[in-house]
Nanobody, 118 residues
Framework: QVQLVESGGGLVQAGGSLRLSCAAS????????MAWFRQAPGKQRELVAK???????NYAVAVKGRFAISRDNARNTVYLQMNSLKPDDTAVYYC????????????WGQGTQVTVSS
């Protein structure tokens, strides 16, 4: 059993910053990719940022230059530093982890609400 627990969401004014954390626990040998997704009301869940075990990163165009993803492999934790937040960033943010298993298994966190006021 693997669990992902997110923290760090909240209410912030436009232009502000938040840092999200997601810690994985349970029967984990190794985690490959870790990522953050978000889902706004009435919209589909979308990829925000992804990071490989070796630290290669990929960002959605909408957040490039404002958000930074990082991870601590020893702690099985992924972070998302969000700066210059905009009202359009308002969504529930979910972390995702792909375990190094055959077949690959992916797990989701429960989500954390981020609300940016104008």
């Amino acid at each position: 059993q693997v669990q992902l627990v997110e923290s760090g969401g909240g209410l912030v004014q436009a232009g502000g910053s938040l840092r999200l954390s997601c810690a994985a626990s349970g029967s984990i040998f190794r985690i490959n990719d870790m990522a953050w997704f978000r889902q706004a009301p009435g919209k589909q869940r979308e990829l925000v940022a992804k990071i490989t075990r070796n630290g290669w990163t990929n960002y959605a165009v909408a957040v490039k230059g404002r958000f930074a993803i990082s991870r601590d492999n020893a702690r099985n934790t992924v972070y998302l530093q969000m700066n210059s937040l905009k009202p359009d960033d308002t969504a529930v943010y979910y972390c995702n982890a792909e375990l190094d298993t055959v077949p690959i298994r992916a797990y989701w966190g429960q989500g954390t609400q981020v609300t940016v006021s104008s």
